[in-house]
């Protein structure tokens, strides 16, 4: 069983809802991350918090809008995605921010299909 | 700059046999370099990590790796393949100190033929 937590794990919305991403961990872990994951491809850094704070965004489309409410929560809030945006969205944690040596413990993911 | 080089996109071995995936990785500072397993319709899960203590790390289900900082490779073994290994396998490397950023293997997908 993973340690850090996603739900819902299956996504459908239409190109104008608005829906949620939610991820959660509780191993103490100060920074937490958001990646997006195509087929057979390796995933790709979106977002990354350090201490509630968001630290890097990788020129994310503002459609992609996240939000760490306290040290244990992750959210990515979507609204007006585009079909290319389906994919796998991982959400994943590590001990302290900027500490190379420990390793991104991963959720599951959100199989996100947008129609 | 940092890059991981999976030296195959596809290993097939029979049940029982030895398990070889290949990675090399260029770093211009002591790297942490780990190895990600992801099985269908899942997240990674973390197999090993070098984070410059022993050279041979040893990790879950039978895996282990060898960072030759000489041949800048760390690659992955296991003496007897099981079907459960079946999966998707990531080589990944970061800086020691001030890394928040993970950089990625393309991959290797391990087949296990019965």
């Known amino acids: 069983d993973t340690e850090v937590t996603q739900t819902p794990k299956h996504l459908v919305m239409g190109m104008t809802n608005k829906k949620s991403l939610k991820c959660e961990q509780h191993m103490g872990h100060r920074a937490m991350y958001w990646y997006k994951q195509k087929a057979k491809k390796p995933p790709e850094l979106m977002f990354v918090?350090?201490?509630?704070?968001?630290?890097i965004n990788e020129s994310v489309p503002s459609r992609f809008s996240p939000e760490c409410p306290n040290s244990s929560l992750l959210n990515l809030h979507l609204h007006a995605l585009q079909p290319e945006d389906s994919a796998l969205y991982l959400c994943?944690?590590?001990?302290?921010?900027?500490?190379?040596?420990?390793?991104?413990?991963f959720g599951d993911g959100t199989r996100l299909s947008i129609l | 700059a940092q890059s991981v080089t999976q030296l195959d996109s596809h290993v097939s071995v029979s049940e029982g046999t030895p398990v070889l995936l290949r990675c090399n990785y260029s770093?211009?500072?002591?790297?942490?370099l780990f190895w990600y397993v992801q099985h269908p319709n899942k997240g990674l899960q973390l197999l090993l990590k070098?984070?410059?203590?022993?050279?041979l790390v040893k990790g879950i289900n039978g895996f282990e790796a060898e960072f030759k900082k000489s041949e800048t490779s760390f690659h992955l073994t296991k003496p007897s393949a099981h079907m459960s290994d079946a999966a998707e396998y990531f080589c990944v490397v970061s800086h020691l100190q001030g890394a928040q950023k993970l950089v990625f293997g393309q991959g290797t997908r391990l087949t296990i033929n019965p």
């Open positions: 994943a944690s590590s001990l302290l921010p900027g500490q190379g040596r420990e390793p991104q413990h």
């Open positions: 918090y350090s201490y509630e704070k968001l630290s």
């Open positions: 070098y984070t410059s203590a022993a050279t």
């Open positions: 770093s211009s500072y002591s790297p942490s």
